[in-house]
Nanobody, 123 residues
Framework: VQLQASGGGLVQAGGSLRLSCAASGRTFSVYAVGWFRQAPGKEREFVARITWSGRSTYYADSVKGRFTISRDNAKNTWYLQMNSLKPEDTAVYYC?????????????????WGQGTQVTVSS
């Protein structure tokens, strides 16, 4: 499975961005897709997750009510709509594919990763 993340950029606080994660290859094996982020000097942290069916979504407390994860299975693409952005949301954002249903929020459980896309929120 290959993943390609895009959509990052520079935005002012309170603004919005939509990240995309396009998948190719053995996408039928994917159980869920997650978004993570990593700020300079910090560990990679969980942001959101959605199952292939779309029935289940999970969010980090820090983004609940502001971010929405969604998917378009026909396009093999997942999205992260980010609204009301804050300077503390500044990070490199990664999408990742999990082939297993087990969920803990740890990046270790994900099997494939895309390259990151930079999101910078200015105050």
């Amino acid at each position: 499975v290959q993943l390609q993340a895009s959509g990052g950029g520079l935005v002012q606080a309170g603004g919005s961005l939509r990240l995309s994660c396009a998948a190719s290859g053995r996408t039928f094996s994917v159980y869920a897709v997650g978004w993570f982020r990593q700020a300079p000097g910090k560990e990679r942290e969980f942001v959101a997750r959605i199952t292939w069916s779309g029935r289940s979504t999970y969010y980090a407390d820090s983004v609940k009510g502001r971010f929405t994860i969604s998917r378009d299975n026909a396009k093999n693409t997942w999205y992260l709509q980010m609204n009301s952005l804050k300077p503390e949301d500044t990070a490199v954002y990664y999408c990742a594919a999990d082939l297993d249903r087990y969920y803990s929020g740890s990046p270790d459980e994900y099997d494939y990763w895309g390259q990151g896309t930079q999101v910078t929120v200015s105050s």
